[in-house]
């Protein structure tokens, strides 16, 4: 068996990874592989019940689920739509929906219930997380603003952005890279751009197939990795362990690997590259 990232730092530092819009709805979590190996703890949240009943029906030991719908603090009202990937504290925006296939009817908002919002900030439990992942459609920003406290140690965090507005008033890209880069990070990459064929073309009779127009996508920003004299040891390891194991950004891990090694007179860095990156099958 290849030796692992974690076995080769002989490290039992635990990633705290807060989850916020839990719903399992995109499949696993880009953090499962971490998950997996006993090597995080997870807090979720999610507002509608059938979501947060699948989560706490599969979870591990690791994993805790809370029901708080997150934002700014305030009363809000939550538009639960025909599919509940698209419910959000934001109004689905017709005039973005209508132009592609499947989401008028997706987005249809089948109901509204007035609920209350809890500041990433106030909730002491997500305090000092390592990760943060975020997919509640359009809010995300409400979220981040009020959570800059929560932000302040964390080391990547991935979220969901809109090219376009698909619910009324919401931030978009720019909005969103603005004001992460404010808090120390940078983009590190998207990941699965959406795109969808504009109406009334369908290609090969899919409404799923894209072409030209970019919507939406997941973002990853990582701490400023060229400030890594803001970094402990300890987080160093952290992003490492991350980055390897969720997102196989392995020229980035080497770096932090070799400015650990500078800092503890380790050789970690020259065994990744051996025993690790070498093991690897190549494409």
Known sequence: MAITLRALLQTQLQIKIVDIGANPVDGKPPYLPL?????????????????????????????????????????????????????????????????MHGFPEWGRVVQTEEIATRRLDDIPEAADMDLLKIDIQGAELMVMENGIHALKNALLVHTEVEFMPMYVDQPLFGDVDQFLRRQGFVLHRLEEVRSRVLKPLLVNNDIYAGLS????????????????????????????????????????????LGEYDRRSA????????????MAKPTS
Not at 65 to 83: E, F, M, R, S, W
Not at 221 to 238: A, E, G, N, P
């Open 213 to 256: 127009q970019w919507f939406w996508s997941d973002a990853l920003y990582i701490r400023d990795f060229t400030r890594l004299d803001l970094f402990s040891t300890d987080q160093l390891l952290k992003l490492s362990l991350i980055l390897h194991e969720c997102y196989g950004s392995y020229d980035l891990v080497l770096y932090l």
């Open 35 to 99: 998950l997996e190996a006993n090597g995080a703890r997870v807090l979720g949240f999610e507002p509608q019940a059938d979501a947060l009943a699948k989560l706490n029906a599969a979870k591990s030991a690791n994993e805790t689920y809370l029901p708080h719908a997150v934002g700014d603090g305030k009363n809000h009202t939550l538009h639960i739509c025909a599919v509940s990937g698209m419910t959000s504290l934001l109004r689905p925006n017709p005039a973005v929906l209508n132009l």
């Open 266 to 277: 380790t050789k970690f860095a020259t065994r990744y590259q051996q025993e690790i990156l």
